[in-house]
């Protein structure tokens, strides 16, 4: 019994590590790697964007605003909401960039939860489609 306690102790803390350094490689400024390498596999389209609307006033206007501002009413106490349709995006800018933090939430501190129980990838890249359609305004 001693010697599989005392084998599982390191392989188990590496994988911890390993999992951590991972989801927190998408929340880094500026992006990630993984995020940068990834492409929108949903064609952006008025269908798209309309179901990204959707998605995104039932899950995302409260602490980003109905207009996507950063000024929703029930953010967190101390936290600033990320203005989504300005030129400046702390987490990366790719689509992919965008799809993770949507996905995984945005670190260090994860004030944004991560929606990968709430919405399906098809559903993130829809709310991507339609926050690239804000932009275009």
């Known amino acids: 019994m001693r010697r599989i306690f005392s084998t599982s102790i390191p392989v188990l803390a590496l994988a911890c590590v390993a999992v951590m350094t991972a989801h927190a490689g998408a929340q880094n400024p500026g992006g ?26 039932k899950n995302c206007r409260f602490c980003h605003g109905a207009d996507a501002k950063g000024n929703g009413p029930m953010a967190p106490e101390n936290t600033h909401p990320s203005n989504l349709i300005d030129d400046k995006w702390d987490r990366g800018s790719s689509d992919g960039d ?10 260090p501190k994860f004030d944004m939860k991560g929606y990968k129980s709430k919405m399906t990838e098809t559903d993130i890249w829809n709310v991507v489609n339609y926050l690239r359609s804000l932009q275009a305004k």
Do not use: C, H, Y
């Open 32 to 57: 990630s790697p993984e995020g940068k390498k990834m492409k929108n596999p949903v064609a952006t389209s008025p269908e798209s964007i309309k179901a990204g609307q959707a998605l995104f006033q």
């Open 98 to 107: 965008i799809f993770l933090v949507i996905r995984d939430g945005a670190g």
